[in-house]
């Protein structure tokens, strides 16, 4: 046992000897103390007043994408100071920080754009921070004034191995106030700003349809989903963009009006507004009086007895000799035609390379006597393609002659159904539309409201028909 | 080899042959450094069927009728140096052979392979580096398979291509191979050595007298208090290979009068980290044995084992990070605080306890009856950055949240991800510097930056985005099994045996540490990245990992993600029969066996709702495999000297249940066309023995028929998914494998002077898949089971990657009188393959998303891709040498090895990443300027690395 005792003694000295270093992990501390700078700060707008004089302005191009503005490295480093209002929590934002220059009433914003994901749990809403610009340039792309690296003629990311180098955070937060903006209050220098929209709303035709559409995993959203907004106190429109990598892009759009919050920036292109949201959290569309227009509201049956007019655009003579009208109202060259596919022709009108804006275009068909009938009804087949926003609507007009502008208008309830982003849906048939307390002579008016740049969507209109008994 | 059993026999007739007159060898046998008798020593008349064992006070005696002439007598016993000594046997004499003497082996080799045993097995969850077969042969005579154990084992070499799955480890008689996928987890009895010395290997199919065994032979490891030798022993061994220093504590009572005898044993073994980066080791082992003798008749034996280990893993590398970071590099780690944390711990706790009854009911016939528990748990780590937070707006909810794999060779972290497109331009070049120079700078794990977010969050009232989560394999099982051995007569011995085990096995993942963060949500984060499976259901209810707890906030020790339980059982029975004759011995043996498996999920996956065998909640079908099998085998002695021996096989093998269940962690799925593996198997060794020279030449030949294999991977642009569908994580299911193992192997080993050894050795060998195997993958992200083409993959003729298919050696052993010795060892590998993706071999390789084949498909360049790398051959050099002394009471000694003299650098295996598996995408990432992104990953062998180990022995 002597032994065995010593056995034991040794044993535990040599254990004490052999602890390793693991275990109990202490937390690192993460707080963050005010960064010490090596130089000047620098304002955003005075930034942005440097591009601008690099491409011979006084005031920013902001459709100037090759002029490239590089900060060298000097001996003394130059800091551009922000406060961060986008966040990638959601996966809406990618590999970009948005900054404008104040928590509220900012003037100017701009993108960083940063190789690095996620961005939001160090470049939280509200966090101030620093860039370091030597070695990074600036320009406009996709529409907005970006930092980064750059690379050959433009702007790019700024690899994460930088990050650290480039990039400090103030520990201050403070709460982004939104801009209160009116959409048709865009402005290309109000671009990366964090804004807030009142009394907007969906289309009826993504959100009062038999589902509502998602923010951006419907089967034709391509990058992303992008839907149209109106506001409630003008006829102005505007797109709200949902990237399909956003955790939210499965949930559906709210149909109600009031307002949210979002990013104001411009579409890939770089050449038509739109609004990205960081979280659904910021959309508050929860009024239930929506401002759809006052649809055409008719009682009572309908019936299919009798066919009072139909058209199927086959063998058809053209427009004016069938008696219809087709006129551009805002100035322009496009206007409705006559297209065929397979054999089956078909009226269609898109705004794809019309290079005009806005595209206003009334297709208005011949009269149709409904006084020697009753319980009429409306119907018609419609392709929807290259969505990329809801720009049709149906009218009826019992005092139409021959000018549009001239006639008075009842909006007909018809949903418009969406389609694919980059190609071909398919021809849906409409919901039959009660139209039995119209009277007299009544024309029937497609207005296409599109704008190249902007909403281009293109339509294909099909067997019109009208029935009653 | 067929020693023990003959031995055993010989016993068993021992009151015979004591009465017999005439020729006589007597003797007694003592250590050499402490003078006392050495019982339980195998003593042979070499080239004779006599062989005895020395009694409780190192006594022998030989009678009967003796070979006459000058004789060698061959002492062995485990832990001593193996003697021969030359005699001479005159007919009616008495040979009085007092005092012989045997050396404690001070080498301890045992502890080289328990190291890289042990490495294997903690280095990886699932891959090749797990099947290290080197542990069975430890105790081996071979001189081949000697070197195949000590020698051979670091660059995993398979004797005769075969795994540790297709080997039996026994302690005490009760096989431990696990239930899961056949392999014995060394970890269980880790650091256990100075009481795993007495081992008793037989090789390949060879008659053993516990069981039915496998190919590669079966190790029974006795575990018996009154097996020891009394005594106590305190080692410490430093090392820079996996851990950096152990000790160990041993002592015996032996057998003591009173018919008590115990054992106990402390370990521990420990190193910040070994020769890759990172790899902590922590490990205590604990065991004590008590044994009672009732009388000759009655042993019981208690045996508890408690091998718990840490241990920090390590990863494969590609091409491109070793030649940024060398063989050392290990991702996972980094520092916190400004200490080194590993990301990837696994963590071993299975104690085992162990109930032994001996029963000898008369000379010739012993009962041996086994009862053991084993629970515990095997803990795997690895962070979760799937950390979301719940939105809930008009009752539709989302998950915010998620974040980019944190690990640093992520390959948008490398530079061959900034060289990925054809013409790379200066910013290409600029970032691919940047991200080398910062890898190279760094490259280690980032935990300042989880911690760092999720205190950001913390402090938004969020959710955690990072957290520890383990993968928990937690276990209860338990065994019973009997082993009968009869004598007929002196020619005919019987062994039967009856086992049972049932398993029960929890699995789960756990969160370990939620890094900063209050909690985590439980949800799939990845659930609704597919468009293929937009429309169908709430992407909400999919992503939840248990539909009747939805969106739970899991704190720390709480379960999550996955948990369901696999009950296993197995019954099998085995008869064999050994004959054994003048010039002929001869066996004939066979086994049935029954499996059963069920897995119960305890959560209702949003994948796969619903309960029973076609949801994920409630029991599978309960599946069940019938097996048999039968060998026989023979030894015919035309002289003393030559020897021939044939053997063959034919058995069935029922699948792990790690086989069986498609998707285990999901669903209740079971996989198509499963079934049971047949073995064809047969060797022919010439053996030739003589006082100077011994050799042995085998051919071998294996055939594996319907075998099977899962695996698991993230892989993009599978076929006929559509555009943009084809990404997915899968479950790849591989059945009706057909395998073809052949070769030649042999050793051989001169005894030049007594003190001086030359041995050879070598294998050659050629192990190819014989068909193609049906192939199919399953997956959240699709429907069903996706097959392509004719749903094989076309593996015929490639090489199953199993280590180097040729090694050889060549090296001696110079053992001084004075106690000291030293030995060295040359070694020669090459032919060893790297591990094929099978997906790339499957139709999915020549089609487009839309399933038609890809109209640059160009079948030239198509089979250059396809082509099996060939890693390059190397050679390693090891040293080996040892001394003691004596000091009153005490013996002191040493034993230093040197491995990998000259510090070769060398690859030991790899495999092919299934992250491309197309024409288009592989050609396009073999022809990028900077290099693959999804190359092959290897395993780096070690540098030169040193093991040395001091004991005093009382």
């Known amino acids: 046992m002597r032994h065995f005792k010593n056995l034991l003694a040794g044993a535990t000295v040599l254990i004490l000897y052999s602890c390793v270093a693991d275990d109990d992990f202490s937390i690192p501390d993460t707080s963050i103390s005010d960064p010490v700078l090596e130089g000047p700060e620098i304002s955003i707008a005075a930034v942005a007043g440097q591009l601008a004089q690099e491409q011979g302005n006084t005031e920013l191009d902001y459709t100037d994408e090759t002029t490239i503005f590089t900060y060298e490295f000097e001996t003394q480093a130059l800091y551009m100071v922000g406060y961060v209002v986008s966040s990638d929590e959601a996966g809406n934002f990618f590999e970009e920080i948005i900054v404008q220059d104040q928590p509220e009433n900012p003037s100017i914003g701009i993108k960083i754009l940063l190789d690095v994901t996620p961005l939001s749990i160090r470049y939280d809403q509200g966090r101030k921070i620093y860039l370091q610009l030597n070695g990074l340039s600036t320009g406009i792309t996709n529409g907005v004034l970006t930092v980064g690296l750059r690379n050959g003629n433009t702007v790019d990311n700024i690899p994460s191995s930088l990050e650290n180098d480039l990039i400090q955070r103030s520990p201050e937060v403070d709460s982004i106030i939104p801009l209160p903006i009116n959409i048709d209050d865009f402005e290309d220098d109000k671009t990366n700003l964090y804004v807030r929209l009142e009394e907007v709303q969906f289309n009826r035709n993504l959100v009062l349809g038999e589902r509502p559409l998602t923010y951006a995993s419907e089967s034709f959203d391509e990058f992303d989903g992008n839907r149209l907004l109106e506001s409630c106190s003008s006829n102005e429109r505007t797109i709200l963009s949902t990237s399909t990598f956003a955790d939210f892009k499965a949930l559906s759009l709210p149909s109600g009006r009031g307002a949210l919050n979002a990013v104001l920036t411009k579409d890939f292109f770089g050449e038509t507004f739109n609004v990205r949201i960081n979280s659904p959290e910021d959309v508050y569309l929860t009024g239930e009086e929506r401002c759809d227009p006052d649809f055409l509201d008719c009682e009572g049956a309908t019936a299919d007895d009798i066919l009072l007019f139909s058209e199927d655009f086959q063998d ?29 022709s078909y009226a269609q009108i898109t705004g794809f390379n019309a290079n005009e804006d806005p595209i206003n275009v009334w297709l208005v068909s011949p009269g149709v006597d409904l006084d020697s009938s009753q319980s009429e009804a409306l119907s018609f087949d419609i392709q929807v393609s290259f969505d990329n926003g809801s720009i049709l609507s149906v009218y009826a007009s019992e005092d139409f002659t021959g000018d549009p502008e001239e006639a008075t208008w009842l909006p007909l309830d018809v949903v418009i159904p969406s389609g694919p982003g980059g190609g071909f849906g398919n021809f849906e048939t409409t919901p039959s539309v009660n139209i039995s307390c119209l009277s007299g002579t009544v024309h029937f008016g497609f207005l296409y409201e599109g704008s190249d740049p902007g909403a281009t969507t293109r339509y294909h209109i099909d067997n019109l028909i009208i029935t009653g008994n | 080899m067929k020693k023990h059993l003959e031995c055993i026999l010989f016993l068993l007739m021992w009151p015979l042959l004591g009465h017999t007159q005439g020729t006589r060898v007597v003797g007694s046998i003592l250590d050499g450094s402490t003078g006392k008798a050495i019982p339980d020593v195998s003593i042979i008349i070499e080239n004779s069927s006599f062989k005895v064992k020395s009694d409780a006070i190192g006594n022998f005696s030989f009678s009967g009728d003796l070979p006459l002439g000058e004789q060698f007598l061959i002492l062995e016993k485990v832990g001593y140096v193996t003697k021969r000594y030359p005699i001479i046997i005159n007919r009616g004499d008495l040979l009085d052979l007092s005092g012989l003497i045997m050396d404690y082996d001070q080498s301890d080799k045992t502890d080289l392979y ?39 084992s670091a660059t995993f070499f398979k004797p005769r291509g075969l795994d540790n799955s297709n080997g039996k480890l026994l302690i005490n008689g009760l096989e431990m191979n696990k239930q899961f996928n056949g392999r014995p987890q060394w970890a269980n009895w880790g650091g256990l050595n100075d009481v795993q010395r007495n081992q008793e290997f037989t090789m390949g199919s060879a008659p053993n007298s516990y069981g039915f ?11 018996r208090a009154s097996k020891y030798q009394p005594g106590g022993r305190v080692s410490f061994a430093a090392a820079n290979r996996s851990y950096q220093g152990r000790l160990m504590g041993s002592y015996n009572s032996g057998l003591l009068k009173d018919g008590w005898a115990y054992s106990v044993l402390l370990s521990r073994r420990f190193g910040n980290q070994g020769f890759i980066e990172g790899t902590l080791y922590d490990a205590n082992s604990v065991f004590a044995s008590v044994e009672k003798r009732f009388n000759s008749r009655h042993s019981v034996n208690f045996t508890g084992i408690y091998a718990q280990n840490r241990r920090g893993r390590s990863s494969p590398i590609t091409e491109e990070i070793y030649h940024l970071k060398g063989r050392t590099y290990n991702p996972f780690w980094g520092l916190q605080n400004g200490r080194i944390r590993n990301s990837r711990m696994r963590t071993i706790e299975e104690p085992i306890l162990m109930l032994n009854h001996y029963w000898n ?20 780590t690895r962070i979760d950055n799937g950390g979301t937070r719940l939105v809930r707006i008009n009752g539709e909810d989302a998950f915010l949240g998620g974040a980019r794999n944190p690990d640093p060779t992520y390959y948008q972290n490398l530079p061959s991800y900034y060289l990925r497109n054809t013409n790379p331009g200066t910013y290409d070049y600029t970032l691919a510097f940047l991200a080398g120079e910062t890898f190279q700078n760094d490259g280690q794990w980032d ?8 205190e950001n969050l913390r402090v938004r009232g969020g959710n955690a985005l990072y957290a520890l989560q383990s993968n928990v394999v937690k276990d209860r099982q338990l065994s019973i099994n009997s082993i009968v051995e009869a004598s007929l007569n002196k020619h005919i011995l019987l062994n039967g045996a009856l086992n049972y085990r049932r398993l029960h096995s929890e699995n789960f993942a756990r969160i370990e540490d939620l890094l900063g963060g209050t909690g985590f949500l439980d949800i799939d984060f990845f659930a609704d990245e597919n468009p293929n499976l ?34 296993a059982s197995l019954l099998s029975a085995f008869a064999q029969g050994q004959f054994s004759y003048k010039r002929l011995n001869f066996y004939i043996g066979t086994q049935l066996s029954h499996a059963t498996y069920q897995r119960q999920g305890l959560y209702e996956n949003g994948f796969f709702p619903s309960e029973g065998p076609e949801g994920s909640f409630g029991k599978s079908k309960l599946i069940s495999f019938a097996d048999y099998g039968v060998k026989t085998g023979l030894t015919y002695r035309f002289t003393g000297r030559h020897l021939t021996e044939a053997r063959i096989s034919y058995f069935s093998k029922a699948p792990g249940h790690r086989t069986v269940f498609s998707n285990a962690r999901q669903n209740n799925s079971l996989t198509s066309g499963i079934g049971s593996e047949q073995i064809f198997s047969g060797d022919l060794s010439y053996i030739f023995r003589s006082p100077f020279f011994n050799a042995r030449i085998t051919g071998f030949y294996s055939r594996f028929m319907n075998g099977s294999d899962i695996s698991f991977y993230f892989t993009q642009d599978l076929a006929g998914l559509g555009l943009g569908g084809g990404d997915a994580f899968v479950q790849e299911l591989l059945t009706n494998i057909e395998r073809q193992n052949m070769g030649l192997e042999f050793g051989l080993e001169a005894q030049l002077t007594p003190t001086f050894l030359l041995k050879a050795a070598g294998s050659f060998g050629q192990y190819t898949f014989q068909n193609n195997p049906q192939l199919y993958l399953t997956s959240v992200d699709f429907e069903g089971e996706l097959r392509f083409g004719d749903g094989r993959t076309n593996l015929k003729n490639y090489r199953v990657a199993s280590g180097p298919e040729r090694a050889f050696q060549i090296g001696f052993e110079y053992r001084d009188p004075d106690f000291w010795n030293i030995g060295l060892t040359a070694n020669y590998f090459s032919h060893a393959y790297v591990d094929i ?32 790398e060939r890693l390059e051959p190397y050679a390693l050099i090891n040293v080996i040498g040892g001394k003691s002394w004596k000091f009153g009471d005490y013996y002191l000694g040493f034993f230093a090895t040197i491995n990998n003299v000259l510090d070769q650098e060398y690859r030991t295996g790899g495999f092919e990443q299934s992250r491309y598996a197309n024409y288009r995408r592989l050609s396009e990432d073999r022809s990028r300027p900077g290099g693959p992104m999804f190359g092959p990953r290897y395993f780096f062998g070690n540098g030169t690395t040193y093991y040395i180990n001091l004991y005093i022995r009382f």
């Open chain 1, 316 to 344: 058809f003579e053209g427009f004016e000799a069938a008696g219809w009208t087709n006129i551009n109202i805002s100035g322009g060259n496009r206007d409705w035609s006559i297209g065929s596919f397979e054999g089956n």
């Open chain 2, 837 to 868: 993706s099978n997906l790339a071999r499957t139709a999915n390789f020549s089609s487009d998303f839309d399933g038609n084949t890809f109209n640059d498909y160009d079948p030239v360049i198509a089979r250059e891709l396809l082509k099996q």
């Open chain 2, 447 to 454: 935990w300042f930056s989880l911690y760092e977010a999720n």
């Open chain 2, 213 to 223: 065994g496998d190919l590669a032979g079966t190790n029974n490891i006795l575990m």
């Open chain 2, 534 to 567: 937009v429309s169908e259901g709430i992407a909400a209810n999919r992503a939840q990992s248990d539909l009747r707890n939805p969106n739970r906030i899991v704190k720390e020790g709480d379960r999550y993600t996955y948990n369901y339980s696999i009950d």
């Open chain 2, 361 to 380: 009911l008369n000379s010739k016939l012993s009962l041996n009856t086994n009862i053991a528990y084993q629970w515990g748990e095997i803990a795997n």
């Open chain 2, 114 to 152: 328990v190291i890289s045993i042990s490495d294997d097995n903690l280095n990886s969850e699932d891959d090749v580096l797990t099947e290290n077969i080197s542990g069975l042969l430890q105790s081996s005579k071979d001189v081949f398979l000697r070197a195949a154990a000590f020698d051979f």
